[in-house]
Structures are given as C-alpha cells and as structure tokens.
C-alpha cells in the first residue's frame, strides 16, 4: 500500500470541514487581507483601463491615434473605474433587488456605450444596452437570492 490507514483512537480530520456556528460552509479564504485590500483598487482600476482602451479603439475606427481618442481613452477609464469602485462600496449594503439592479444598470449603460461608438443606430445600442441590463439582472438576482437573506446579510 502506497499509504497507512490512521492508528485506531487517533482522531481523524474531515477532507471537508464542518459547517459553521450559522450551519453553512463557508470555503477558506486563500488570500490575506493586504491582498484583498490591493485587490478593491486595483481590479477596478485595470477594468477601467481596458474598458477606456477599448472605447478609444472603437472611437479611433482604425484611423490614427490623435491626442483626443488618447483623452476619451482615459476619460472612459476614469469614469468607469469611480463608478465601478462606488458600486463595489455601496452595493453591498442595499437589498438584494437594488444591488441586481445598480449592477445591470451599470453593465448595459456601459456596453450600450461601447456599442454606440461603433456608428450604428442608436435604438439598436438601446437594444443591445437592455439585452445585456437584463442578463446581468437575472444573473445578479439569482445570486444574491441564493446567497443572501432578505435584508441583504450573506450566509456563512
């Protein structure tokens, strides 16, 4: 045998520990708290420098990088990480339906822009817009649904 069975009268340690006082599992945390503190900046900050390139990409539409599609660029980035980092702040203190609804909110209005920048119609940026509001929406419900009480306190 490649390994022993434990001693009897060894006490032995479950491969998955025991719930909790409140009687839910809750995993263990991997990181330390420094690196979830870096991790409530910079995660923002990075989305909305992706988010700002690509708005400034689709702005430019292949023609050459001027110093106002560099402007839009980071404007769109600064926007989008303030507004990003005010949601993660605020969200988790409102009820579950609220947070759903900031959060998809905050997903449409942000592709439907993207969208628009592409030159197409503007009801069709509306379209996509609420498309993607109500997919976030469900997901984000779902979620919070199975994941937290009525007032808006997490399990575990």
Not at 8 to 15: A, F, K, Q
Request: charged fraction near 15%.
């Amino acid at each position: 045998m490649a390994h022993a069975a434990p001693a009897s009268g060894t006490p032995r340690t479950p491969v998955t520990p025991s719930p909790g006082p409140g009687g839910a599992y809750r995993p263990p945390d991997v990181f330390d708290e420094r690196t979830h503190a870096v991790a409530r900046v910079a995660v923002p900050v990075v989305l909305g420098l992706v988010y700002g390139y690509w708005a400034a990409a689709m702005r430019r539409d292949a023609g050459p990088i001027t110093g106002w599609n560099l402007l839009f660029g980071f404007v769109c980035a600064i926007v989008f990480a303030a507004v990003c980092t005010g949601l993660l702040m605020v969200t988790p203190r409102l009820r579950r339906e609220l947070h759903a609804v900031l959060w998809a909110a905050f997903a449409g209005i942000a592709l439907g822009f993207l969208y628009s920048q592409t030159g197409e119609s503007v009801l069709r940026a509306i379209g996509i817009a609420l498309a993607v509001a109500v997919a976030v929406f469900v997901s984000a419900f779902y979620r919070y649904y199975t994941h937290e009480d009525a007032e808006g306190h997490r399990f575990g």
